[in-house]
């Protein structure tokens, strides 16, 4: 890997933390995961295996909330999302 890819996944890992809110910003998870999801595609190959593991992360569903995305997440829907990011914070540093 490059030393500008592993520094781009590295920036994509610090900007974790800006998504662990009391009132994630759908927009912001689903751009960050798309950036991330390219990133991978563009580094290991599009079908390869980093890439696919990420894909099989099971991140929360927005979607299933609804048109009232933009209210807080219950407890145990918090739990899920923090939960998923945090298993795709794992992923990404054994990449890099």
Same mark, same amino acid.
């Not at 490059?2 to 809110?21: A, V």
């Not at 992360?57 to 945090?86: A, M, P, V």
């Given at each position: 890997?490059?030393?500008?890819?592993? *520094?781009?996944?590295?920036?994509?890992? *610090?900007?974790?933390?800006?998504?662990?809110?009391?009132?994630? %910003?759908?927009?912001? @998870?689903?751009?960050?995961?798309? #950036?991330?999801?390219?990133?991978?595609?563009?580094?290991?190959?599009?079908?390869?295996?980093?890439?696919?593991?990420?894909?099989?992360?099971? @991140? @929360?569903?927005?979607?299933?909330?609804?048109?009232?995305?933009?209210?807080?997440?219950?407890? #145990?829907?918090?739990?899920?999302?923090?939960?998923?990011?945090? %298993?795709?914070?794992?992923?990404?540093?054994?990449?890099?």
């Amino acid at each position: 890997m490059k030393p500008e890819d592993r *520094s781009k996944l590295q920036s994509y890992l *610090s900007e974790l933390s800006g998504l662990k809110s009391r009132t994630p %910003e759908e927009k912001k @998870f689903k751009d960050w995961k798309e #950036n991330v999801e390219k990133k991978l595609d563009e580094v290991f190959g599009k079908g390869s295996g980093e890439a696919a593991g990420f894909r099989r992360i099971r @991140f @929360f569903d927005f979607g299933r909330r609804g048109k009232s995305g933009d209210l807080s997440l219950t407890e #145990n829907e918090r739990r899920e999302y923090l939960d998923r990011l945090e %298993e795709a914070r794992r992923y990404l540093q054994r990449l890099v």
